[in-house]
């Protein structure tokens, strides 16, 4: 499977303003040659690069492969941007934003991350160092940190690219790393978790994962960019950038956390984890407008991701149930209803009068759906006739 590792670099001045005018100079080039592309229609790769490796390499003071290297990122971003139209017209109708996306050439930020292949860009992991190819010329002994658990992985599974990343006036190389699979192990149950808002996560275990604290942190972080909005000058715009950067890294960290707990309880007891299948619910869904920011600054799909490639990482069984009626259904007795939930946090069946916390109930129809789920998913598939 395939794993990022970031580092920090510590380049003195005179390296960062090199990185600085390569980061630069190759944004203009993929500018350049996304218009091309875009006015030419070449999605392939290789008729791309005929059709404009000379001119990148004569106007924007490139060498051979940082050249090669902006050509296929200008390709992957066409690829990827196709990928989301082909997605959204799939019985969903296309959005403003994509259709003004796909009628212009996409355009690449001067400071937009910049891919190097180990032609460009050398590790030196002992003296925990990088080289890297800048217009400039070759920087040497550029200074890198990192966890030691990453460095590690770092320096035994780094495959492919590394995107250099500048972040206001800090540097930062992100790696792909191929880790191996551990098999996956027969579980004796699974742990069903239920994300919300107030909430963020509730096993089936009865663990759970309160967003009360984080609720008042993004209250906060909201009257702030408010306050920065109505000045409206470019400090402004600058301090609301970094606080977004700072809000999202808080959330990021936040999912990770709980992702990794429930994980390690999952391989501890030999069970594996299920959750809902939540795609499309802002569709779905139809919200006051004090709800609407609550539902849609929150990143549930990320806790789920989180969920996913750690899951996968320890060899823990992993699956996604239909999430309907997860939190009206009795699990003793099956009956189903809006009335077996009176209020957010309390659930009592109608029927059998089994009461209990409404996400603790949830977690267990998500356990149960998945204990089915995993007969079919294990199931060996028929032979022909």
Request: glycine fraction near 6%; charge should be positive; charged fraction near 25%.
């Amino acid at each position: 499977m395939k794993l990022v590792v970031q580092v920090k670099l510590l380049p003195t001045p005179e390296q960062a303003s090199a990185l600085e005018a390569t980061l630069r100079a190759c944004n203009r080039a993929a500018n350049f040659t996304s218009q091309v592309a875009f006015e030419k229609n070449l999605t392939e790769r290789n008729a791309l690069q005929r059709e404009v490796y000379i001119d990148v390499k004569a106007t924007f003071g490139l060498s051979a492969q940082p050249t090669v290297r902006v050509v296929k990122k200008v390709v992957d971003a066409y690829a990827a941007l196709r990928a989301s139209l082909q997605a959204r017209n799939l019985g969903e109708p296309t959005s403003q934003r994509y259709r003004k996306a796909a009628a212009s050439p996409i355009g690449f930020r001067p400071g937009a991350a910049q891919p190097f292949d180990d032609r460009c860009l050398s590790w030196q992991m002992d003296a925990r160092t990088v080289s890297i190819w800048t217009v400039d010329g070759r920087m040497k002994n550029i200074r890198f940190v990192g966890a030691a658990d990453q460095l590690k992985v770092l320096a035994e599974q780094r495959r492919g690219e590394s995107d250099l990343v500048q972040r206001g006036s800090k540097w930062f190389l992100i790696a792909t790393c191929e880790i191996p699979e551990p098999e996956v192990f027969e579980p004796v149950g699974f742990i069903g978790v239920d994300r919300g808002i107030v909430n963020l996560a509730t096993t089936s275990d009865g663990v759970n994962y309160q967003g009360r604290r984080l609720g008042r942190y993004r209250r906060w972080q909201a009257r702030k960019r408010a306050e920065l909005q109505a000045k409206g000058t470019r400090s402004a715009k600058r301090r609301l950038a970094l606080r977004a950067r700072r809000e999202q890294c808080h959330a990021t960290q936040v999912n990770h956390t709980i992702s990794k707990e429930i994980v390690a309880v999952a391989q501890r007891t030999g069970r594996g984890i299920a959750v809902e299948q939540l795609g499309g619910i802002r569709d779905r869904v139809r919200l006051r407008r004090d709800q609407r920011a609550t539902l849609s600054s929150w990143p549930f799909n990320q806790l789920g991701q989180h969920l996913a490639y750690k899951a996968k990482r320890a060899g823990v069984p992993f699956v996604e149930v239909d999430a309907a009626y997860t939190s009206q259904r009795c699990p003793r007795c099956g009956h189903t209803g809006r009335a077996n939930r009176p209020t957010r946090d309390h659930f009592a069946c109608r029927r059998c009068g089994l009461a209990g916390p409404a996400d603790v109930v949830a977690g267990v129809n998500v356990r149960d759906r998945a204990r089915s789920a995993w007969v079919f998913v294990t199931a060996p598939a028929p032979s022909p006739a």
